[in-house]
């Protein structure tokens, strides 16, 4: 396989030292985070709040520097980039951020036109190129340029807004595009809209993506691989169609499972993976895996945090779970019994 | 989750009713009209659309919490029956004083705004049950920390102690739920009340909602986008769009046999449950914005199937089975179209 477009290898960032006394967080936001994002595919990330999906992006971008570990952009470690040449990386906007709410990412006073060829000066590119390359763009994410080109943002719609974020991330024709929660404030409609529209310019413009997300309907049907982010660690990684339906850590599986659905078919509930109703919750030390405490499937091992490794017997699959080859055994055996109350299975 | 019969609610008494609602914001902008539906005791409906369709306005109108530009033009809202008959529209201050947050209780999409950032939250739930419940000090405490266990928060008493900034969107959540259910309501109202939390939260706090529901006898008016969570929750669903109810049943018969032609396409863009990589559906234009003037059917300007005679006069609501009913022309002439594609994956280059 060739060299991944970007590597993560072992990223840690941590924001501040934990506090004494607040009970608040540890300080880390990403703990020994390894992660390639190959040319021209999606990745999605998904991930509770405050899981460390921001801070990757907002690492790749370099809008924060690592405590440890490297990110290899295209080749070039970004993550010891210092002064001119990280301000020189940035500006050239080879990487890519879009947020979550285009009204308050987008500029009020500015003009869609504006809006868009902004990025274009930052990089440099000179003002007779700038038109043709607006239009280029804008026209690239669905709209028609000439209608919409002196409008505010408060002047369109939420899935047109999100179109010009998109088309001012993509002016500056990057290699990789990191989407931070890009259809959450959409309606379904306009969320495949979005989305779609994602999936056509990776293929048009060879574009890589990466779409974070909260919920999983918020990349189901464009991502080709997954990443599942849990308290700062990648907990697993692999094809999302197989991740999603075989997923190999428990968390993914409370995940899966918890996603609501129209059908009533046949499928695990989270009362199948979450704790016993009023079981005491293990405790855990600093080294413990880091879903210790709402883990059915905890045991001894797991007082040691498992190491994010290749799960056996796939192709391009990663866990962090002691248990990530048994536990899906464990409930097969607990939900077809029909008791109520199973006592808690150890492995 | 089980699915009742649509009269297995029949002869409970009636919590709400709501009758040809019509409201209007801004300039006489007319928002949601004619919005008629019944909730009994127990019974749990969900109100689902895209946004702008009129379904939060509707929930607004029935807490009496309209926004400022915004005013019931016509229409009946009525909580409770016989004895316990309160005229929501008539009603003045000092009547949704006793009705709103005694009778009735709401939890919205952002817990956080609606609780005070400087005082703790065991405390805001005590003020609730003194002013509202008349307990006193000692009383309110023990019963505070009683609703919190309720609510399924982890050490109780220790969480009433801490403000609102130290706990988590799902645990805020879960303290509005207390506030919202302390003076054992009738009627439970939830505005996208898990939008925002992740699906794992989401999960939880549709399961202690379920089950509230169930040991209080609480009505439930879900408004929400997404049609998995009323399919989750909900015994009926109603589908609003434009302003209007479209199509109305239960919950199982309509997601698995939609009659109107924007039901089906909320259901084919929906993606719910399915990973597998895939051309995404989407559902060509835009709905109407408030107060657009369109003599027929509101989805029709979007709809594949509409005729000269779906855009010329108005479209009634038609009885299509015990409990069910559609709003569409040509509901009898789609059935038989077999698999209609509704439809597409175009982008159109509008502004």
């Known amino acids: ?347 | 989750m089980s699915q009742p019969e649509h009269d297995a609610y029949a002869a409970s008494p009636r919590t709400l009713e709501v009758e040809d609602l019509h409201v209007s914001v801004g300039d006489h902008l007319v928002a949601v009209s004619g919005v008629s539906f019944q909730l009994r005791r127990g019974e749990a409906v969900g109100l689902v659309g895209e946004s702008g369709s009129g379904k939060t306005l509707t929930c607004r109108a029935v807490l009496g919490l309209l926004p400022e530009t915004g005013e019931v033009d016509r229409g009946s809202i009525v909580l409770g029956e016989s004895d316990d008959r309160v005229d929501l529209i008539a009603a003045g201050r000092t009547v949704w004083d006793r009705v709103r947050g005694s009778r009735i209780g709401a939890v919205f999409q952002d817990p956080g705004s609606y609780l005070n950032p400087g005082i703790t939250v065991g405390r805001q739930l005590v003020e609730q049950l003194r002013v509202r419940g008349g307990l006193g000090r000692t009383e309110a405490r023990e019963r505070a920390v009683g609703l919190f266990t309720e609510v399924g928060l982890h050490d109780p008493a220790g969480v009433f102690q801490l403000y609102p900034h130290q706990l988590s969107g799902g645990m805020l959540q879960r303290v509005l739920i207390a506030i919202a259910i302390s003076c054992e309501p009738e009627l439970l109202i939830a505005d996208e009340a898990t939008t925002a939390l992740d699906v794992v939260i989401q999960a939880e706090i549709l399961e202690l909602v379920a089950r509230l529901r169930r040991d209080h006898e609480l009505s439930l008016l879900l408004v929400t986008h997404d049609l998995a969570v009323v399919a989750e929750t909900c015994d009926r669903i109603l589908v609003m769009y434009g302003g209007e109810i479209v199509e109305s049943g239960p919950t199982e018969q309509v997601l698995t046999d939609p009659r109107h032609p924007y039901t089906r396409a909320l259901l084919a863009v929906a993606t719910i449950g399915d990973w597998t990589r895939r051309t995404l559906d989407v559902i060509p234009g835009q709905p109407p914005s408030a107060g657009e003037e369109m003599p027929g059917c509101r989805f029709a300007p979007r709809c594949r199937y509409a005729t000269q005679a779906c855009v010329s006069a108005p479209v009634v609501t038609t009885e299509i089975g015990p409990g069910r009913s559609a709003r569409c022309v040509r509901l009898d002439e789609l059935d038989t179209e077999p698999g209609a594609v509704l439809v597409q994956d175009r982008i159109e280059a509008t502004a």
């Open chain 1, 1 to 347: 396989m060739s060299t991944p477009l970007l590597r993560i290898t072992d990223l840690s960032v941590s924001y501040a030292l934990p506090r004494r006394g607040t009970g608040l967080g540890t300080g880390a936001a990403l703990r020994e985070v390894s992660l390639d994002v190959r040319a021209g595919e999606i990745l999605g990330i998904v991930g509770e709040t405050g899981s460390g999906k921001t801070t990757l992006a907002r690492a790749t971008v370099g809008l924060v520097t690592p405590a440890t570990g490297t990110i290899t952009f295209d080749g070039v470690d970004i993550g010891g980039l210092q002064g001119s040449a990280l301000r020189g990386f940035r500006r050239r906007g080879q990487v890519q951020l879009v947020f979550q709410d285009p009204l308050r990412s987008l500029d009020p006073d500015l003009t869609v036109g504006q809006l868009v060829s902004e990025p274009l000066a930052i990089a440099g590119v000179p003002r007779s190129e700038q038109r043709v390359r607006v239009e280029e763009a804008i026209g690239l994410v669905g709209l028609d340029p000439s209608t919409i080109h002196d409008r505010l943002p408060r002047q369109l719609s939420g899935g047109q807004r999100q179109r010009i974020a998109l088309a001012r991330a993509i002016v500056t024709r990057p290699q990789l595009l990191f989407c931070d929660e890009p259809v959450s404030a959409l309606d379904v409609s306009n969320r495949n809209l979005v989305l779609s529209l994602l999936d056509r310019l990776r293929r048009e413009l060879g574009l890589a993506v990466v779409i974070i997300a909260h919920d999983l309907s918020s990349l189901a049907g464009v991502a080709d691989r997954i990443a599942v982010f849990y308290r700062s660690r990648l907990v697993e990684s692999g094809p999302v169609e197989e991740v999603l339906t075989r997923p190999a850590h428990p968390y993914t599986g409370l995940l899966t499972a918890s996603a609501p659905s129209v059908a009533h078919e046949d499928r695990l509930r989270p009362a199948d993976l979450r704790l016993e109703q009023g079981a005491e919750p293990p405790k855990g030390g600093p080294d413990s895996c880091v879903f210790l405490a709402r883990c059915r499937f905890a045991h001894e091992a797991c007082h040691q945090q498992p190491l994010t490794t290749p799960l056996p017997g796939t192709a391009d699959r990663t866990a962090a779970c002691h248990a990530a080859t048994t536990w899906p055994s464990q409930i097969a055996t607990t939900s077809t019994s029909t008791a109520a109350d199973q006592p808690a299975a150890a492995g």
